[in-house]
C-alpha cells in the first residue's frame, strides 16, 4: 500500500482522488462490517485503492486505516498493478489458517519492499466472531519512516474482515491507538 | 532457416566474439588515478551534489544495517577490489530483498541484502561488487547522463529526484543512470579483472549469473529482463555467464571464500530468508533456497523457510512438503525454534494431534517469548493440552 504514497500524491494534486470526512457515529463498510468511531476521520477514495478503504487522522502519508469488509475467497488484497505489477499478489483464501492470513497481510504491506515485523498475535474477538489481533513494527520503504502498527481480524462465512492501523511510532501512533482500538472493539460482522 | 534462427546465430556469433575479445583483453585493464570532485557547475558536479544529498539522507535511514563487522568486511572486499580508488568507496549494507548493488559517482555503493542472501561465497560478492567498481572506474553514470541531457530528458530525470526526494528511493536513482549493454560488458571485464587481481576465483562471477537465472526462470511466464530491477537494462543472463565463463578461463586460479563469507552473514541469515519470504516470489525463493541448501549453507535455517515457503504457497502437497522440511530443520543441531511451531501448525491442520502438541510444546521451551507465544497457546488449549 505504501508504494502507492507517492502516486496517491500525484492524483490527489491531480484532482483524481477525493477526500470525504467520516463524522463521530456508526457506519457500515460494504455489505456487513459496522463500526463506530468517536471523532472525525478522512475517508480516501481514488482509483486503484479497493478493495481496501482508507482513512486517513493525520494526512495521507502520515498515517493510515486499512479497513477490508467482506473479502471473499480468492480475491486479491489489493488492487491488481498498483505497485507496478513486479510485486506477487496476494489472494485471501477461505480455508487460510491465521498465520497464513497474518503472513499474507505481511505480504500486502511490504510489497514495495517495507520492512514489516511482527511483534505480538494473539486471539481477538473481532466482529462478534473469534479471530486474531496483531501488533507490528514496520519501516516505510518510500520515506524509511519508522511506523507502528495495529491489526485486528477475523473470518466469518468464508469472507474475511480486518482493521489494520499504522502510523510514526513516535507521535501518532500513540495519538491515535486508542481510538483505533475502541474501533475494532466494538465492530460488529453482521 | 528462419529469420529468427539467423538473428539467435547472429547473436550468438556476436556474443562469443566479444567473449573472446574479452577474454584477450581482460589482462590488460589500467584503472584511472583517483577521482577528484569535479566543479559543482558542471554537469558531473551537479550528479555529485545529488549524490551527496542521497548519502545524506541515506546514513540516517533505518534500512542501513547497523553491523559494523559485516560492512567492514564488505568494505573491505571493496578495497581489495578498488585497491587506490579504496578510500573514495563508502559502502552501505540496505535491508532490501532484492538483488541489487549500485554505486554512485560520488564513491557512494548500496549492496542489497536480497542479494547477500543469493552470494555463496566471497568471490560471488567480489564480481558483483567488482563489476559496480569497474562502472565507477570508467565513469560511466557521468557518459550516462551525458546521454540522457542530449535526449532533452535530463530536467525529466531531475524533476522525478525532486518528487521522489527520499532515501530509500535510490534504486529510482540508480535506474536513472542505468547503463547500456557495452557499458555492462565493459563494466563485468573490469570486474573479472579486479577480481583476479584481488586473487578471487573469476569463474564465480559466472555462476552469479547462473545461479541468477535460473531463479528468475523458476518464476513462469517471466523472462529475466522483466523481474529483477538489476536485469532491466543489463544484458541477458546466459549471454553474460557465457561470456564471463570465457574471461574467467584466461584468468584461472583465486579462492572462493566461503566460510569466510558464511561466518559473516550468518547473524543476518534469518531476517534475511523472513523478508525473502514475504515477498511472495515462491517459486524463486524455492530455486533460491534449494540451491543454498544443496550448497551446504545453513542448512537447518534454510530447510525451515523452504517449509514456510511450501506453507504458504499452500498448493495441493506442499503441506507434505513443509512437513517433510521442518521435520529435517528440527532434527539439525541447534534447530530453530519455529521449526517445531512448523510441525504443529501443519500437524493440527492434518489432524495429528499428538505431534502437533508436542511442536508447540517444545517452540514455546525454546522460544517462551514469541510474538506468536498466545496464539499458540490457544491452539494447546484448542488441542486439549
Known amino acids: 500500500?505504501?508504494?502507492?504514497?507517492?502516486?496517491?500524491?500525484?492524483?490527489?494534486?491531480?484532482?483524481?482522488?477525493?477526500?470525504?470526512?467520516?463524522?463521530?457515529?456508526?457506519?457500515?463498510?460494504?455489505?456487513?462490517?459496522?463500526?463506530?468511531?468517536?471523532?472525525?476521520?478522512?475517508h480516501l477514495d481514488f482509483p486503484g485503492i479497493k478493495p481496501a478503504q482508507v482513512w486517513t487522522m493525520e494526512g495521507i502519508a502520515v498515517d493510515e486505516l486499512l479497513i477490508y469488509s467482506?473479502?471473499?475467497?480468492?480475491?486479491?488484497?489489493?488492487?491488481?498493478?498498483?505497485?507496478?505489477?513486479?510485486?506477487?499478489?496476494?489472494?485471501?483464501?477461505?480455508?487460510?489458517?491465521t498465520e497464513a492470513i497474518v503472513a499474507m497481510l505481511e505480504g500486502v504491506m511490504s510489497r514495495d519492499n517495507s520492512v514489516f515485523?511482527?511483534?505480538?498475535?494473539?486471539?481477538?474477538?473481532?466482529?462478534?466472531?473469534?479471530?486474531?489481533?496483531?501488533?507490528?513494527?514496520?519501516?516505510?520503504?518510500?520515506?524509511?519512516?519508522?511506523?507502528?502498527?495495529?491489526?485486528?481480524?477475523?473470518?466469518?462465512?468464508?469472507?474475511?474482515?480486518?482493521?489494520?492501523?499504522?502510523?510514526?511510532?513516535?507521535?501518532?501512533?500513540?495519538?491515535?491507538?486508542?481510538?483505533?482500538?475502541?474501533?475494532?472493539?466494538?465492530?460488529?460482522?453482521? | 532457416?528462419?529469420?529468427?534462427?539467423?538473428?539467435?546465430?547472429?547473436?550468438?556469433?556476436?556474443?562469443?566474439?566479444?567473449?573472446?575479445?574479452?577474454?584477450?583483453?581482460?589482462?590488460?585493464?589500467a584503472a584511472p588515478e583517483r577521482f577528484g570532485r569535479p566543479d559543482i557547475a558542471s554537469d558531473e558536479g551537479g550528479l555529485w551534489a545529488l549524490m551527496d544529498r542521497e548519502e545524506k539522507g541515506l546514513r540516517r535511514s533505518p534500512l542501513v544495517l547497523r553491523d559494523e563487522k559485516l560492512k567492514n568486511y564488505v568494505q573491505d572486499i571493496a578495497c581489495r577490489l578498488g585497491s587506490e580508488h579504496c578510500p573514495d568507496i563508502r559502502v552501505y549494507l540496505v535491508r532490501t530483498p532484492l538483488f541489487n548493488a549500485s554505486m554512485a559517482p560520488n564513491g557512494m555503493m548500496q549492496v542489497w541484502t536480497g542479494l547477500l542472501l543469493r552470494m555463496e561465497n566471497e568471490a560471488q560478492l567480489a564480481a558483483v561488487l567488482g563489476h559496480e567498481i569497474g562502472h565507477y572506474l570508467q565513469r560511466h553514470s557521468v557518459e550516462r547522463l551525458r546521454d540522457?541531457?542530449?535526449?532533452?530528458?535530463?530536467?525529466?530525470?531531475?524533476?522525478?529526484?525532486?518528487?521522489?526526494?527520499?532515501?530509500?528511493?535510490?534504486?529510482?536513482?540508480?535506474?536513472?543512470?542505468?547503463?547500456?549493454?557495452?557499458?555492462?560488458?565493459?563494466?563485468?571485464?573490469?570486474?573479472?579483472?579486479?577480481?583476479?587481481?584481488?586473487?578471487?576465483?573469476?569463474?564465480?562471477?559466472?555462476?552469479?549469473?547462473?545461479?541468477?537465472?535460473?531463479?528468475?526462470?523458476?518464476?513462469?511466464?517471466?523472462?529475466?529482463?522483466?523481474?529483477?530491477p538489476l536485469f532491466a537494462s543489463h544484458p541477458a543472463p546466459p549471454e553474460r555467464r557465457d561470456i564471463l565463463g570465457q574471461i574467467a578461463a584466461a584468468m584461472p586460479g583465486g579462492s572462493r571464500g566461503d566460510d569466510a563469507y558464511r561466518r559473516h552473514v550468518a547473524a543476518h541469515l534469518d531476517e534475511w530468508l523472513q523478508d525473502e519470504v514475504k515477498r511472495g516470489q515462491y517459486a524463486e525463493s524455492l530455486?533460491?533456497?534449494?540451491?543454498?541448501?544443496?550448497?551446504?549453507?545453513?542448512?537447518?535455517?534454510?530447510?525451515?523457510?523452504?517449509?514456510?515457503?511450501?506453507?504458504?504457497?499452500?498448493?495441493?502437497?506442499?503441506?507434505?512438503?513443509?512437513?517433510?522440511?521442518?521435520?529435517?530443520?528440527?532434527?539439525?543441531?541447534?534447530?530453530?525454534?519455529?521449526?517445531?511451531?512448523?510441525?504443529?501448525?501443519?500437524?493440527?491442520?492434518?489432524?495429528q494431534n499428538g505431534e502437533a502438541v508436542q511442536g508447540f510444546r517444545r517452540y514455546l521451551e525454546l522460544a517462551p517469548a514469541a510474538p506468536d507465544a498466545a496464539f499458540i497457546q490457544s491452539y494447546l488449549a484448542e488441542l486439549g493440552s
Not at chain 1, 490527489?12 to 456508526?26: I, Q
Not at chain 1, 471473499?72 to 480455508?95: I, L, W, Y
Not at chain 1, 515485523?117 to 466482529?127: A, H, I, Q, S
Not at chain 2, 532434527?331 to 489432524?351: E, S
Open chain 2, 1 to 29: 532457416m528462419k529469420r529468427r534462427q539467423v538473428l539467435a546465430a547472429g547473436a550468438a556469433c556476436c556474443a562469443s566474439l566479444l567473449a573472446r575479445s574479452a577474454g584477450a583483453q581482460a589482462m590488460h585493464y
Open chain 2, 287 to 351: 530455486a533460491l533456497i534449494s540451491r543454498q541448501i544443496g550448497s551446504g549453507f545453513a542448512p537447518g535455517l534454510m530447510s525451515y523457510y523452504r517449509g514456510e515457503v511450501y506453507r504458504l504457497r499452500a498448493e495441493p502437497g506442499d503441506q507434505d512438503l513443509a512437513l517433510a522440511d521442518y521435520r529435517l530443520a528440527a532434527q539439525m543441531p541447534d534447530p530453530p525454534a519455529v521449526a517445531f511451531r512448523g510441525i504443529g501448525l501443519i500437524c493440527r491442520q492434518q489432524g
Open chain 2, 148 to 228: 540522457i541531457r542530449s535526449k532533452s530528458a535530463f530536467g525529466q530525470v531531475l524533476s522525478l529526484f525532486g518528487l521522489i526526494g527520499a532515501v530509500g528511493q535510490i534504486a529510482v536513482a540508480a535506474s536513472a543512470y542505468a547503463y547500456g549493454r557495452e557499458h555492462e560488458h565493459e563494466a563485468d571485464r573490469i570486474g573479472a579483472v579486479l577480481m583476479h587481481r584481488a586473487g578471487y576465483d573469476v569463474a564465480e562471477a559466472a555462476k552469479v549469473w547462473n545461479n541468477l537465472l535460473k531463479e528468475v526462470r523458476a518464476r513462469e511466464g517471466k523472462e529475466p529482463e522483466q523481474t529483477a
Open chain 1, 117 to 190: 515485523k511482527l511483534t505480538r498475535l494473539e486471539p481477538y474477538r473481532f466482529g462478534g466472531r473469534q479471530g486474531f489481533r496483531f501488533e507490528y513494527e514496520h519501516i516505510r520503504k518510500v520515506d524509511n519512516v519508522q511506523l507502528l502498527g495495529v491489526g485486528f481480524g477475523a473470518v466469518d462465512r468464508g469472507e474475511l474482515f480486518a482493521l489494520i492501523y499504522h502510523a510514526p511510532r513516535l507521535t501518532f501512533f500513540p495519538r491515535h491507538r486508542a481510538q483505533v482500538e475502541a474501533m475494532a472493539k466494538a465492530a460488529v460482522i453482521r
Open chain 1, 1 to 42: 500500500m505504501n508504494r502507492l504514497l507517492p502516486i496517491l500524491l500525484v492524483l490527489f494534486l491531480a484532482g483524481c482522488g477525493t477526500v470525504r470526512k467520516m463524522e463521530s457515529g456508526s457506519h457500515t463498510i460494504g455489505e456487513r462490517l459496522a463500526v463506530s468511531i468517536d471523532g472525525s476521520w478522512n
Open chain 1, 70 to 97: 467482506g473479502i471473499k475467497d480468492g480475491q486479491m488484497m489489493h488492487a491488481e498493478g498498483s505497485a507496478g505489477g513486479k510485486q506477487q499478489n496476494f489472494v485471501f483464501r477461505s480455508t487460510m489458517q
